[in-house]
């Protein structure tokens, strides 16, 4: 997937769409996210068939997320992103309450980041003002980056467009492919296929957006773990009101 293909519709859909007339802080019916960002995972623990340390693997790719507010408690967000390893699809609903947020969806493709099964979403506090906040396989336009579950602090998340951070740790997950038969064997004595070696951490992550006008606005995240590091950006635009 490459985000050229997709830019151009969703910039003359956010011409069209967005009044000129309308605050910054207005409510936002739809938002886009396109994203993209890279990650590494330091392979030192890992050895190939030889007892070889594998070096030290990059992973770089993009995606789009869509947020939706049908009304104003309700949110569907989606995603579809690429990542060297495949292509992930991401989905959930949301009821958002004044000062509580429930959500569940599902989440798909290779499991090499964590991202396959059911999503879920917790928000404690008002989605405009500092809230606790729980995502686990959400949605999201850099998978990898995010991390697959996250928790923290947040503040204003959802329709508006001033900016807005989310602070605290996340579990990520790197599967790195070892280019070795298995030694082990199955229960009928034929040997399995080349198995990864897989590790979780935890990670600290901080994913802050800046909003630059009624219609663009700018986001950064990133993790820092232990033998796992990633960094992604991109827009954000507001494509109705």
Not at 22 to 34: E, G, H, I
Not at 161 to 186: M, S
Not at 212 to 227: D, Q
Request: with cysteine; proline share 7%.
């Amino acid at each position: 997937m490459h985000l050229r293909h997709v830019v151009p519709f969703l910039l003359l859909f956010a011409w069209q769409a967005a009044p000129a007339g309308d605050p910054r802080d207005a409510p936002s019916r739809v938002q886009a996210w396109l994203g993209l960002g890279t990650s590494s995972f330091d392979l030192g623990e890992v050895t190939d068939c030889n007892g070889q340390h594998m070096q030290t693997e990059d992973e770089a790719g993009t995606g789009v997320q869509v947020d939706g507010w049908p009304s104003p408690s309700v949110r569907m967000s989606g995603a579809v992103a690429s990542k060297d390893d495949g292509t992930y699809q991401l989905g959930l609903a949301a009821w958002e309450g004044p000062v509580v947020g429930v959500g569940a969806g599902w989440a798909g493709g290779p499991d090499r980041l964590g991202y396959e099964g059911p999503a879920v979403y917790l928000r404690l506090g008002s989605v405009d003002d500092p809230h606790l906040r729980v995502e686990v396989r959400t949605p999201t336009a850099t998978p990898g980056i995010t991390g697959w579950a996250r928790a923290g602090l947040a503040w204003d998340m959802g329709m508006r467009g001033r900016g807005g951070f989310f602070l605290g740790a996340a579990a990520v997950k790197e599967c790195p492919a070892v280019p070795c038969p298995a030694t082990v064997e199955t229960f009928d004595g034929s040997p399995q296929g080349p198995r990864p070696a897989t590790t979780n951490r935890i990670a600290v992550f901080g994913d802050i957006s800046l909003g630059l006008g009624r219609v663009v606005g700018l986001f950064l995240r990133g993790h820092l773990a232990e033998n796992s590091r990633g960094f992604g950006l991109g827009i954000a635009l507001r494509l109705a009101h």
